[in-house]
């Protein structure tokens, strides 16, 4: 019989075989930078009425889509002055103070208005299909005053509608692309479940969704935006025992770059006076100004996956802002460098010289279920139980013995 003075000492042994089942998976570092992103297309019509709302295009004909990105790094839901102009979307006249990486801007604020999407897997042509749109909620939008003559007319579907939803994201397939601004939308679709995922090649990492919103009763519709815990970067310019801490990073679909803050960067040991940066970007975003962020070169990047194992970047590029441009304090930002197709030379008048494709065919954003999921077809990774599931197991073995 097993005293009970004993089940500490059998749960430590339990976990023993926890830390040591506890795996690696390394990948080399892709591209710095990245134009896809995940997108889809819009419509938008009277909650009253059900009326879609219609303008023309170019040619005088009518036109009632639009091309939308989905950005789970957008607390709200943000209309274009372009769109709002020609489609005539009514306001409500109050206005919405907004922070991002571009700074600070001030937003007209949308009546309420129904929102129809369709994956933009119809493309182009099925776009201009009204039957091709299911209604996704009635939101209160905020809208641009002026948009950028830099980066052109953007619209985004934030939070506030991806936090029901599972995103679905084919990041190789680009179904439809515009020159301004220069995005290439990859293919997404929106679903009510996760679906069956293969037997192995699939990695799970959690997420923690936070409020940065200060206004506790905002004019405009907004939701909480996904945190990645835990992830970490090592690096040989500080020694194993001065190596940063870990940090909770904007998981952010809208990103094109990897961030980190100009403080985290000092934590790591970049030398950002006299170390010679490896990349420089332009971006853009709310607020309207451009910023110039150089990148440089970290060992590992090291996210941790659900399970405890983790999955490394190495010698991945992180680009770092002058201080405060980060909003909300942010401490780092996962980018879709990572996980789509990129590249790391851009002609100015011919657009990205060297693209390569993502060795990833799927990646799920499972706000129900607080998770992103990656899938790369060619893994044989297959997850352990984590040290939780091992207790779970041992319990029931250890009450048998009594």
């Not at 839901?77 to 990486?101: C, H, K, N, Q, W």
């Amino acid at each position: 019989m097993v005293k009970r003075t004993l089940l500490p000492a059998l749960c430590f042994a339990l976990l023993v075989p926890a830390v040591a089942l506890s795996v690696e998976v390394r990948y080399a570092a892709p591209k710095p930078q990245c134009t896809y992103l995940p997108g889809g297309f819009a419509a938008l019509a009277d909650p009253n009425t059900g009326q879609v709302y219609q303008g023309e295009d170019i040619l005088g004909d009518p036109q009632f889509s639009y091309p939308v990105i989905f950005d789970t790094g957008a607390s709200g839901v943000l209309m274009s002055e372009m769109v709002r102009t020609a489609f005539g979307i009514p306001l409500t006249g109050e206005t919405f103070e907004d922070i991002g990486i571009g700074g600070t801007e001030t937003f007209d604020v949308s009546r309420p208005t129904r929102l129809l999407l369709a994956p933009n897997s119809v493309g182009p042509t099925g776009a201009d299909i009204i039957g091709n749109y299911s209604p996704y909620g009635e939101y209160k939008f905020q809208v641009k005053q002026t948009d950028s003559l830099l980066t052109g007319p953007f619209d985004i579907i934030g939070t506030p509608v991806l936090r029901n939803h599972v995103m679905h994201v084919q990041p190789n397939i680009t179904p439809y692309g515009s020159f301004y601004p220069p995005i290439d939308y990859m293919q997404t679709t929106l679903l009510t479940s996760l679906p069956t995922l293969p037997s192995q090649g699939v990695f799970r990492f959690p997420l923690v969704y936070e409020d940065f919103i200060d206004d506790p009763n905002p004019p405009v519709s907004v939701g909480q935006n996904p945190m990645l815990p835990n992830v970490r970067i090592v690096d040989s310019r500080k020694p194993s025992d001065q190596q940063s801490s870990a940090r909770s990073w904007l998981f952010d679909t809208g990103a094109s770059v990897t961030i980190i803050g100009e403080d985290y960067a000092l934590d790591v040991g970049i030398d950002l006076v006299n170390e010679d940066p490896v990349a420089e970007v332009q971006v853009a975003g709310v607020g309207g100004d451009t910023r110039l962020m150089f990148g440089y070169e970290v060992d590992e990047l090291i996210l941790p996956m659900a399970n405890g194992d983790e999955f490394i970047v190495e010698n991945a590029v992180v680009f770092v802002p002058e201080s405060g441009v980060l909003p909300a304090d942010l401490p780092g930002i996962i980018g879709m460098n990572l996980i789509a197709p990129a590249f790391s030379q851009v002609d100015p008048f011919i657009g990205p010289l060297d693209t390569t494709p993502t060795v990833f065919s799927d990646w799920y954003v499972d706000s129900l279920s607080n998770q992103f999921v990656l899938i790369d077809p060619n893994s044989t990774y297959v997850p352990l139980p984590s040290t939780l599931a091992i207790m779970l197991i041992g319990l029931p073995m250890l009450r048998r013995r009594r």
